[in-house]
């Protein structure tokens, strides 16, 4: 079987998997939000932290409910790296320098999990399982929480009130993540994947010789990781250490993770505001991208020349034997798609085009499907800016499910669609001005500035997958990165609670023969082209100093 048609048979296998998992998923997960019972776990959790399940909350509250529960988590995490070295299971490792523990706390709070050290030669089974896994599972219901609230804005009218934060973050947790972690853990402890407290032993190369490896607890943060679109990997070869990632079908497996909340997320949206066929809209507009993408990286990875390509048949290069291209473009799409990071195979090989597709999936802001939760949110934002243009056109005060999108509602959508690219942009345009990557970049010119541009892009849109080129454990990078992810992850949230709580506060208007109507085909492909035109327009100078300069010049 040709390695083109063998992707090609992987991909079907994984839409089916996905259309499945849909409609039952999607649907459970609107009446967990929906759901005014709780269970017996979560009232001690609720009780422990001291929180009233039953009171609504008005934009202000969820927000400040947001941004306590995730700097309470950047302290706890940082403290925690920074007492490693006296914790017990720490396999002897030592205690993680200031900057770069900053760096990993502020990089898993905001689920971008951008990692700059090597995993298995710097993290214990504490930091790992204690810190960095936990993370893993309460920053995805942080994104799944703010999404829901944005839905509760458009589905309640006379009422500035989005439901109870603490509510809606344990029910993500323990109703959503964990049940379908563990039945994903023990799919990937059958197939191969490890999962204990070993610690450092010898094992036998294939060469000759020995080399220390240490085990852990790695199946279990490899479900939430891709679950949870997080991306942090237990090994610095992340998903392409066969520790991780064994073999053929999970890695299928695991790509079918990273995709599975985010898309079912567009029925649950579809079910809270009383019209599926409004899900299905947004759901065939992450879709069409999704694909769109697949196939641009397939011709951009199987369409090289020269011999070296031909006896390959493809760019081979950076990628696992055991996956070959197709099941490789497929993961780096997906994964640079969401804000998962993880990644099989190494981005700084894939040819220049092929890198710059992964780059651009991020700088759309990873809404196709998007991270869990961010995702959704992401995308009706950018509908909003949708229906606006059209009203724009026609001279008709837009409306988008019954609310009227007035100049106020505008606004925070525009400030949420320029907070990343002025991020990513800015400490760009500082960290070339300043020459400070000159002696952590190993490759100069167009894929030298690619680098750069990656590892802020990465940054700033809480993916945390990087060209692998870059030496990013200096002070700067780690500095600066930092900043990008938190405010990357939570300004944009202040815009998106705020969005919600002015919706909800609007009396519904009835539709009426000049309302856009935006459950039909037209309007999915006017918010695939805001979505396009919007991106281009803001990235395409950067784009082509970088990829695209090395992919025409290739």
């Not at 323990?174 to 032993?201: E, K, T, Y």
Request: hydrophobic content about 50%; some cysteine; aromatic content about 10%.
């Amino acid at each position: 079987m040709s390695p083109f048609l063998a992707g090609v048979l992987q991909l079907l296998a994984l839409i089916a998997a996905l259309a499945l998992a849909y409609r039952p998923l999607g649907d459970y997960m609107a009446k967990v939000y929906g759901s005014t019972k709780h269970l017996r776990v979560e009232k001690w959790i609720y009780k422990a932290v001291g929180a009233n399940p039953t009171v609504e909350m008005r934009w202000p509250a969820y927000l400040r409910g947001v941004l306590a529960f995730s700097a309470v988590s950047v302290l706890f995490l940082y403290g925690l790296q920074r007492l490693q070295g006296s914790l017990p299971g720490s396999l002897g490792f030592a205690s993680i320098d200031p900057d770069q523990a900053f760096n990993t706390a502020a990089s898993f709070v905001s689920n971008t999990n951008w990692q700059s050290y090597y995993g298995e030669q710097t993290m214990g089974h504490v930091v790992q399982t204690g810190g960095l896994a936990v993370q893993n599972f309460v920053s995805a219901a942080v994104g799944m929480a703010v999404a829901v609230a944005l839905v509760r804005g458009f589905a309640r009218s006379r009422t500035g009130e989005l439901g109870n934060f603490w509510a809606d973050l344990v029910r993500g947790v323990v109703r959503i993540l964990l049940p379908i972690s563990v039945v994903g853990a023990l799919v990937l402890v059958a197939c191969g994947a490890i999962q204990n407290f070993a610690g450092i032993h010898e094992v036998g190369q294939f060469m000759g010789g020995t080399q220390q490896w240490n085990a852990g607890a790695v199946a279990s943060q490899e479900v939430i990781k891709e679950l949870g679109t997080n991306g942090g990997g237990y090994f610095n070869a992340n998903s392409a250490h066969p520790f991780e990632n064994p073999n053929a079908f999970t890695n299928l497996f695991e790509i079918f993770l990273i995709l599975l909340i985010p898309f079912s997320l567009t029925r649950t949206f579809g079910r809270m505001v009383g019209s599926v066929r409004q899900g299905y809209v947004i759901l065939a507009t992450m879709a069409t991208i999704w694909v769109g993408f697949v196939l641009l990286m397939w011709a951009a990875e199987f369409g090289g020349h020269g011999p070296a390509f031909e006896v390959a048949g493809g760019a081979m290069e950076g990628k696992e034997t055991r996956f070959g291209i197709g099941a490789s473009s497929i993961f780096a799409v997906s994964t640079t798609l969401t804000s998962t990071g993880a990644v099989d195979s190494f981005h700084s090989s894939f040819t220049g085009l092929g890198g710059g597709i992964t780059m651009l999936g991020m700088m759309l802001g990873e809404i196709a499907p998007g991270g869990v939760g961010s995702g959704l949110y992401g995308m009706l934002v950018m509908a909003i800016i949708a229906v606006f243009i059209a009203g724009l056109m026609v001279g008709r005060t837009p409306e988008y499910l019954g609310k009227k999108i007035s100049t106020r509602e505008i606004k925070f959508a525009a400030c949420y669609i320029l907070v990343t690219p002025a991020l990513v942009l800015c400490f760009t345009a500082a960290a070339m001005a300043l020459d400070t990557p000159g002696h952590a970049m190993t490759n100069s010119g167009a894929h030298g500035f690619s680098e750069v541009l990656y590892a802020y892009t990465s940054g700033a849109n809480n993916n945390g997958s990087a060209f692998a080129g870059l030496n990013a454990d200096t002070q700067w990078f780690n500095t600066t990165i930092s900043l990008a992810m938190l405010l990357g992850r939570f300004l944009p949230m202040v815009f998106v609670l705020a969005l919600a709580g002015s919706l909800a506060q609007q009396t519904p208007v009835p539709a009426t023969a000049g309302t856009l109507r935006t459950e039909k085909p037209l309007f999915t492909g006017l918010l695939i082209g805001t979505i396009l035109i919007i991106t281009g327009l803001t990235y395409f100078p950067a784009l082509a100093l970088g990829p695209l300069a090395e992919g025409l010049a290739s």
